[in-house]
């Protein structure tokens, strides 16, 4: 490894713990903020699939619907949300698969382990992350999120936080 | 000698009754039901449960697949109709067979849930005995070892055993029970939703694609079919989806976020009806259908505000003519059920099947459908709606999860014994086809659902 890609496995790693972190402390806005404008968060609905036009996807989150989803969240009168269920993000196993320094983008793998607690009970989710981010003046920012579950084709039980 | 701590538990009151005799195993069925309510045993006495899969889901049409899941010789789909597997599977000549899915040797399930393609026989993973796709025995390894016992090529005692089956449409159903009426009679007047469900592709047909969506509730599968035809709950249980649309929607306007698109995008169309007013629901109207099937909306629902894509409409048009295109796209029925096992959107290109394992557990699978020789952004359309409304991690879904659940655990308490569903009781107006035309909020749904429920429990036997 050169001491580039040494620097921005760095950069990206200390980028996505803090990503979990900011979900974990319910920081809605904070993880929101993290993407760029036309950021999506995507979590596809079978393995490999291919993109969220032409298949179902169990979220597939553009801005608009992000900023519903967060408001969802921060507004605490959903049925499923009372008692805010809660989290907890490992990421683990990073690796930057693809970086072009020159147009400042990379793309990180990752493996994931998150609980979630709810009042009625709690669930523990599997999988991996790719990342596709973009280095801005003040740091990375998320313009694809995708969200692999390793259970992808069910039966799945409610997902309620972000994942 | 008694505890404190004992003392003060209150005694069992004595009104409560166990409408499960323990001793005879008998049920009394018309104990479960009463005009405007239903006891709560229904959704949570497991013996009761396990007397609905023999004669509830043994004895009625179930929704199995699309023919489209099967379009080639060869093609099978397996899955269950309560804790039957069962394969249909489309043979050489073309015609579709459902049998159960079990070997006729040693009884191994022969496939795996799920869809395969262009087999040529169907083989058992654990002796190797093959049977065509006709069902019958073909080959048995070391077959001479049987040759006085009968297990050889042909043996109709070994052939794979059928279940009766029949389309509508293409969308196959099967029944366990060869005793009742037919499919045909016995959809009666929802045939008019799944022709809906069609005719609203230009060519009259559709395909089943897009994926699908495996979602277990830990409820009883009546909530299910009780709560897509529930006008009274959206307006509660998805206002806060709906609100956080509406805020977002309002800021966007005020200029201060997201820009605002002209048209509204698809996505705010699709949550915004979820706050819809009682009078909005009453008025889309319902119908209740023989057979405990019913629909909810019809000249409106909550997808009959939608934009429609330009050539959509002018391909429609070119099929069908202006007439028949505004006759066919101003039919929009929310949700369509064909009692006990399937919920439809015939506006939306969409179905849920409803599979129950156990008295508090239900898989709810999501179908979709791409209407032939209609542009893809249709397709595109139900997806995104599907995406929003059905996921396990959607807006929408979870939260009518909850409140399943929240039934679920309310109905535990045996001290107060009905449920209530006396909404608009004795009103409605009679079709000549059989069904009953009610207001939308109206509880008439569930006490057909229910009339049919405690036809289907007391029979021993029924008949066509």
Known sequence: MSDTEVAAWYEVSQFLYREAALIDARDWDGWGRLFVAEGRYWMPAARGQRDWVSHVSLVNDNALLREIRLNRLKGGDAASLQGSPSSSHLVSNIVIADADEARRRYVAHSRFVVAQYASWGRHTFYGSYVHELVREDDGLRICLKRVDLVDVSGPLGDILTIL | ?464
């Open chain 2, 1 to 464: 000698m008694a505890s404190p701590l004992v003392a003060q538990v209150a005694p069992p009151l004595q009104h409560t009754v166990s409408l499960m005799d323990p001793d005879s195993k008998t049920l009394d069925v018309d104990a479960c039901v009463r005009p405007g309510g239903v006891h709560r045993s229904v959704y949570v006495d497991a013996a009761i449960f396990e007397t609905e899969l023999t004669r509830i889901f043994e004895r009625s049409w179930i929704y199995l697949g699309h023919e489209s899941q099967v379009a080639k010789p060869g093609d099978y789909y397996a899955t269950r109709i309560g804790r039957h597997p069962v394969l249909m599977v489309r043979g050489q000549e073309g015609e579709i067979r459902v049998f159960i899915n079990r070997c006729m040797h040693k009884g191994t399930q022969l496939l795996a849930e799920g869809c395969g393609h262009g087999t040529k026989a169907l083989r058992c993973p654990y002796h190797g005995w093959v049977f065509g796709l006709d069902g019958a025995l073909r080959t048995v390894p070391a077959h001479a070892g049987y040759a006085e016992h009968g297990a050889r090529a042909g043996s109709g005692e070994f052939a794979l055993r059928n279940v009766a089956s029949g389309t509508y449409r293409g969308f196959i159903f099967a029944r366990m029970s060869g005793q009742g009426p037919g499919l045909i009679d016995w959809l009666g007047p929802l045939k008019d939703s799944l022709d809906n469900f069609v005719d609203r592709s230009p060519t009259g047909a559709v395909e089943v694609a897009g994926g699908v969506l495996r979602y277990e509730h830990a409820c009883n599968w009546k909530f299910f079919m009780e709560n897509t035809l529930d006008a009274l709950h959206p307006m509660v249980v998805h206002l806060g989806a709906a609100r956080a649309a509406r805020e977002i929607a309002a800021e966007a306007s005020s200029g201060d976020g997201i820009s605002r698109k002209s048209p509204a995008p698809f996505e705010m169309q699709a949550l915004a009806p979820f706050a819809g007013s009682y009078t909005f629901y009453d008025e889309m109207g319902a119908r209740v259908i023989p057979n405990g099937h019913a629909d909810l909306g019809g000249a409106a629902s909550i997808h009959s505000a939608y934009d429609e894509d330009p050539e959509y409409l002018r391909v429609m048009v070119a099929s069908y003519g202006e007439e028949r295109t505004r006759k066919i796209l101003s039919s929009s029925r929310n949700n369509s059920v064909a009692y006990p096992s399937l919920m439809f959107k015939a506006p939306m290109q969409l179905l849920r099947v409803v599979r129950p394992l156990a008295v508090d557990r239900t898989l709810i699978e999501t179908w979709h459908f791409r209407l032939k020789g209609a542009p893809e952004s249709l397709l595109a359309r139900t997806v995104s709606y599907s995406t929003l409304v059905n996921s396990s991690a959607g807006m929408v879904g979870p939260d009518d999860h909850q409140i399943y659940r929240q039934l679920q655990s309310g109905l535990a308490a045996a001290q107060v014994e009905w449920v209530d569903m006396s909404r608009y009781l004795g009103e409605g107006e009679d079709g000549a086809d059989g069904s009953v035309s009610v207001k939308g909020t109206s509880d008439a749904m569930f006490r057909g659902q229910f009339a049919t429920w405690q036809a289907l429990m007391r029979a021993e036997v029924i008949s066509a």
